[in-house]
């Protein structure tokens, strides 16, 4: 590895060595602004793990091979995901809050060569991780909503290992990928619009190692009783990284699903 998950994603080592396999990436949710229990510090404190349902499209390179362009939907990545987890955590004081956004994923996907002579299988695994830390400060307050200046930087990790076994080659296997961290910085807010039903959401756009990071996100929300509560909407992020041979040009979007915890 040069030196990830996204957001995450069968690379070129998939669509390439593979031959029909699609590559694809996950990546950070919106977490709503609903009132939480206050502790006797004055802090206040949410934890959303959440599901985002995303597919993924762009152009991918790794292995030295040609670049690679990927149209994969959440359906072409579900039947190679392995592993994710998702989940966004905020504190907040009086105005000031700080938050996080993790994400991983492992994909992988197998498949025989017709002949065997050189490799009789080649297996290709894929690791992203995707992880915001950020802080914010509220510009506008009152009792119906929320309006954050947010700041922050994403750190993005890609990693992809392709395995050959029998035939003249042997077991053998090999690794490429990056990391490398983008400074965001952008808006998110909340608004009521019953004591029940709320709506979120958040921009974000910057960059640094790569040319341009933006993630944007909205959500619906309802309020349960004081612990949980659940948003449901829609995402999209985008990332164009390279470097030294390595592409990772992607938007990933689709439907996101949370469950707010508050303690």
Known sequence: MKSFGLIVVLLAGVSTVLDNANAADIYTPVAPETKVVQTE??????????FWATGLSGDVRSFGLPTVNVDASFGDIWGHLNFAAMAIGEARYDRYSIFADVIYTKLSGSKGTPLGILASSVDVD?????GFVGAGYSVFED???RLDVVGGARV???DTTVSVSGGILGNQSRNDGDTWVDALGG????YSITPNFFVTGWGLVGGGGADIDWD???TV??????????VAG???????YSNDGFVFDVVQQGPILGLVVKF
Request: charged content about 15%; cysteine-free.
């Open 234 to 240: 829609y995402r999209a992020l985008g990332v164009d």
């Open 126 to 130: 894929a690791e992203t991780f995707a």
């Open 221 to 230: 929300g309802y309020k349960f009783n004081d612990t949980f509560s659940a």
């Open 216 to 218: 944007v996100a909205a």
């Open 187 to 190: 808006l998110k807010g909340t």
């Open 41 to 50: 510090s004055g802090w206040t404190f949410s934890f959303t793990p959440y």
């Open 156 to 158: 993005w990790s890609a």
């Open 143 to 145: 009792s119906t909503g």
